[in-house]
């Protein structure tokens, strides 16, 4: 379920639900922050709702008395609706009224109220003129001649007048003061939710389902530096909506305007997590494309004339400096000392570089071909410097394992050779001498003939091989190709060896296709090879195990697969195998004379095929391949 889950948020559909819920969640976020904030401004922590209208009611209230009592000074009997105002100084001076005041305070008496109306007052500082013009009630705003004169206003007020709210309001309200305490856990929750959906879209960018490859979109064929600075200017408007809100209005435009901007960066993000995926984020943008290219075409100019090119650009820097200073000292001496600040560490790094490649030619001139030259801290025509250097130890440490390998092997094929050649001729030598002292008419004289013409015979079929696999590595063995059927081989083979398999106690198992199969080969080379190969499994082949002989069609090549298991631990490695004296179990003291694979080998690759050797624990497998003939009868 889970994967189907993550599958899903793969696709189009899924990835448009991630960018919706983050929308809604930050709704959610958004919203709850407002309110939050609007209870702090409010103080709506700790005070019932009734308490609230109140506090308001009479806030809008003072708001609206100094309102009009600005009006009301030197202005006489001004009448305001819904109150009646008095404003004196400190020492109970008249300064002004409205027309009622008088009437309203002799009804409410003692009781201070009258109607529904109550009595306010409040203290205020009231701003003149040096001319003794009435300008404000704000002493915090003073000019030098101002005089402030402290004040007192009366007001008898219904405050059940001011600051009527409407159903909607109230509603709106009741809610907020409702949720006041509930807003933090809940905004919480939406921004650990929006992380881990912003989270999942990260996740799955670049990716499709069923694979877990990532798969560039559109946008990732544009250079990220441009993109994002695409995505920077479109949303500079946007920007400028968000400074200049002011009002319901502006505020909803602002809501717009920042989800836009929200979205925009969401699917930058995207683009950005596909490319870090792929590995390609920084290679990737139009910057580092330039500077690849403008260093890559320095490194491309010759050692000599970029050398001149930076010559000339030193010059022409000191050129400006001096004609910029206009022959001003101390400028020039900041602008040759911040030259050499630049200068002689760069000529001290390259004077390093150069001590190293030194060094490492020194070694290698003393006949210590194992050292290697560093590369790193090398950059530009220094590091490939090192590079050829380490080139040339390589080939010379190849050619020395080459030529010691050669002369071991000149040593082991005289040896193999001397002892093979060795066995059956002195073989031959005792039997000769034992017939020369033995009476003709003794029976043992037909044993030691025997023995002198098996001898003999072995020792002809090794001076043979000897010949043959000579003019095979060297390629002077003659080929003669023409159109053979490979699964004839398979069928002859598996007669010829029937006899001699079943005296081996192994079990002989043929695949083939029903088909003829039509390659391009000499058939008597081809009848050696796979003598050559049956052989070999006859005499290292495990007794009472299974032998199989394949032919398979792979692509355009005809593949025979000869396997067996090997009777003695194969202790040795597939290519020294098919070196000439070499036998499986490194021993010389079985049958054979260690030149059937490296024969096999050698007529095999003569004839346009491949010959290939693999080994595992005690499985050994022979693979002979030869290209298909399109023309197939």
């Not at 060094?359 to 050292?371: P, V």
């Not at 000579?470 to 003669?480: D, Y």
């Not at 490194?586 to 095929?609: D, H």
């Amino acid at each position: 379920m889970e994967k189907k889950k993550n599958q899903f948020l793969r696709t189009v559909p899924g990835k448009a639900l991630l960018f919706l819920m983050i929308n809604i969640l930050m709704i959610a976020v958004l919203a709850c922050t407002c309110a939050a904030a609007a209870c702090i401004q409010e103080d709506l922590y700790g005070i019932s709702e009734e308490e609230f209208y109140k506090y308001k009611s009479e806030d809008y209230l003072e708001y609206k008395v100094m309102e009009n009592s600005n009006y009301l000074i030197g202005i006489d009997h001004y009448a305001v609706e819904g109150m009646n105002i008095m404003i004196t100084d400190k020492d109970g001076k008249y300064i002004a009224s409205t027309r009622d005041f008088d009437e309203a305070k002799a009804s409410a008496g003692k009781s201070g109220k009258y109607e529904n109306a109550v009595l306010y007052t409040y203290d205020v500082d009231l701003v003149y003129g040096k001319d003794g013009t009435f300008k404000h009630m704000r002493a915090s705003f003073l000019e030098p001649d101002d005089v402030v004169v402290n004040a007192t206003i009366e007001v008898y007020a219904d405050p059940s007048h001011f600051l009527q709210y409407s159903e909607f309001d109230k509603q709106v309200i009741h809610f907020v003061i409702g949720i006041r305490y509930a807003v933090y856990p809940i905004g919480a929750l939406c921004v650990i939710a929006g992380i881990a959906a912003f989270i999942a879209l990260m996740c799955v960018a670049g990716k499709r389902p069923g694979t877990e490859e990532v798969i560039p979109g559109p946008l990732d064929k544009v250079p990220f530096d441009v993109l994002a600075t695409a995505a920077l200017i479109l949303t500079i408007p946007l920007f400028i909506i968000i400074g200049t809100a002011n009002g319901l209005f502006e505020a909803l435009i602002f809501v717009f305007a920042f989800f836009v901007f929200a979205n925009v960066m969401m699917g930058l993000c995207m683009s950005f997590a596909s490319r870090v995926k792929r590995h390609v984020l920084i290679k990737g943008t139009l910057v580092y494309k330039c500077i690849y290219w403008i260093i890559k075409g320095l490194l491309a100019i010759p050692l000599v004339w970029r050398t001149v090119l930076i010559m000339v650009g030193i010059t022409i820097f000191e050129a400006i400096v001096i004609v910029g200073t206009r022959a001003d000292e101390e400028t020039m001496i900041m602008g040759w000392f911040l030259e050499k600040l630049f200068l002689c560490p760069l000529i001290f790094y390259i004077a390093l570089m150069m001590r190293k490649l030194r060094e490492s030619g020194e070694k290698m001139a003393k006949g210590d071909i194992s050292y290697r030259t560093s590369t790193r801290g090398l950059w530009g025509d220094f590091r490939k410097h090192a590079v050829n250097l380490n080139a040339v130890a390589d080939s010379v440490t190849l050619a020395v394992d080459e030529k010691l390998k050669s002369e071991r092997m000149k040593t082991e094929l005289i040896t193999n050779v001397s002892h093979d050649i060795k066995t059956p001729l002195t073989s031959i030598i005792n039997y000769a001498q034992l017939m020369g002292t033995t009476e003709p008419t003794d029976p043992k004289m037909s044993e030691y003939s025997e023995v002198v013409v098996r001898q003999s015979e072995k020792l002809k079929r090794l001076i043979e091989d000897l010949v043959e696999a000579s003019k095979a590595s060297t390629g002077n063995l003659e080929i003669v190709p023409s159109p053979l059927d490979a699964v004839t081989f398979v069928s002859q083979t598996a007669g010829e060896f029937k006899e001699k398999l079943e005296a081996s106690n192994l079990n002989l198992i043929t695949t083939a296709p029903e088909g003829p199969v039509m390659i391009m080969a000499d058939g008597r080379r081809m009848l050696r090879i796979y003598d050559n190969l049956m052989n070999n499994i006859c005499k290292y082949a495990q007794s009472g195990t299974r032998v199989y002989l394949t032919l398979e069609v792979q692509g355009n090549q005809a593949v025979t697969t000869f396997k067996n298991t090997s009777s003695a631990e194969l202790n040795i490695s597939a290519d020294e195998l098919v070196e000439r004296f070499v036998r499986g179990d490194q021993s010389r003291n079985t049958e054979g004379n260690g030149l059937g694979l490296s024969i096999a080998k050698s007529m095999t690759e003569l004839q346009g095929g491949s010959f290939k050797i693999d080994i595992d624990g005690d499985l050994f497998k022979v693979s002979l391949s030869f290209p298909v003939l399109t023309q197939q009868t």
